[in-house]
């Protein structure tokens, strides 16, 4: 009975319904695009009408906010607190600077396409995005959450060793714990 | 078989069920309320039932040792037992179901039972070896050590007034007397109504868990089903002191609506109190509870003794 496929659906509903609508963010403000999030947050905006809440630390998150630019450095900070996130957990690239480097397109020492590195689930594109932007991104995310389609973490443990090397390949001084989720 | 055990397990399955209803709703008013002082549009009420149920369905792969585990385990096992022994409604009314274990221990018993699950808690945190975890300990436990002082003074009077240490003599004294604890003794119920703000951590005494400093406190190491379960227990437990306060100041309450009304108001005063307050450094706040609050309690002991 708890194995049968129709209840496992039930629960997958149920599950989902309650992802969608309680969104932990962990904003990784090193880029420029942090100073956006405040006003998302605070009374202008006020994401918190979405279930969308600022949360401290990484083990307590689901969503990883990474805004703007990340230097080679940075990105070891980044895979580090994303690892230690506890399933299931979804990324958010924030600003151009995810996509493609954005500003940074020549710059010896930050990444490109953060995809490469670890798995987006949403891109908000800009340079800035407007709060307003931001809050579509948030219900993009929570679409694909409903539909059981935002399964980046998933991606990412099974092409694991494809991230590792091109992770790898950036980060020069490699010593970092092994995770086992 | 007997029918009075499966009675017994039936109310003690609707009082857990009660509190945490009660408590998670209580949790997404006080955030809508926030958000309205704030000029916000905020969550919605049952907000808080959506992120209990998200986060019971993490994951959760973090180990630091079998003491972590425990941590909010401890957590909970202290809320529900607490719960157990306040009586819920006053006995005037149907309170065939709220029973449970009211009438088999007092409020000394009581006293200790509460602290049990911020100390399980300590323990958890500090193995999990955050520092933030660490720093956050050793703030919460030295501001129990500020407000404990008032509220036992505040409990103390009132015990010494009524003659009993029971909540449910207490109960009786106040409906035999047809007054409640609160106009009996005034000093008391002030000394408490203060050490209650700090018993809340909402802000100003919200120094251990401090979200702009500390990440979340003892809490930062502790993922998805351990934060579930510390919610929950939370719930719970602020269940259980406003029932509590509401027992032995109000005069308990005969019937659902009347609990509701009474805890919702009460707990109104360290929330509103909260939404307007920055915070306090943790010395700051230890230094409040040792100043005009014991003071407060000490003169509602002598009050008693002396011109009662």
Known sequence: ?181 | MDNSIWISILGFLATITLAFVVGVFYGGLVRKVTARIQNRVGPPFYQNFFDIVKLYSKTTAINHGWMQHLGPAFAITASVTSLMFIPILNGQGDMMWFENLNFKGDLIFLLYMMVFGSLGMALGAGQTGNPYSAIGVSRGLSQMVGYEIPWVLALVAIMMQAETTSITGLIDYQNANDTWMMFESPLAFIAGLLAMLGMFHYAPFDVPFAPAELASGPASEFGGKYLALMMTSGAIMAFVKLVLFVDIFMGGASNLVMLLVKTFLLYMVPVLYGVVSPRYRTEQSIRYFWGWPTAIGVLGVLYVVFIR
């Not at chain 1, 989902?16 to 969104?23: E, G, Q, V």
């Not at chain 1, 990784?28 to 994401?47: H, K, L, Q, V």
């Open chain 1, 1 to 181: 009975m708890p194995n049968d496929k129709k209840s496992q659906k039930i629960v997958d509903i149920i599950q989902n319904a309650a992802r969608k609508h309680s969104l932990f963010v962990l904003a990784y403000g090193t880029g420029c695009g942090a100073i956006e999030i405040p006003p998302t947050m605070t009374s202008r905006y006020d994401a918190e009408r979405f279930g969308i809440r600022g949360m401290a630390t990484p083990r307590q998150a689901d969503v990883l906010l990474v805004t703007g630019y990340l230097a080679t450095k940075t990105l070891k900070r980044v895979i580090r607190a994303y690892e230690q996130m506890q399933d299931p957990k979804y990324v958010i690239g924030f600003g151009s600077c995810t996509i493609n480097g954005g500003m940074y397109w020549d710059s010896y020492n930050t990444i490109k396409l953060l995809d490469k590195y670890i798995p987006v689930d949403v891109y908000i594109n800009g340079c800035m995005p407007r709060p307003e932007a931001v809050i579509e991104g948030f219900i993009e995310l929570q679409g694909l959450i409903k539909d059981g389609k935002a399964n980046g973490a998933t991606k990412y443990k099974e092409n694991i060793d494809w991230y590792r090397a091109n992770q790898k390949k950036v980060i020069k001084n490699w010593n970092m714990p092994d995770y086992n989720w």
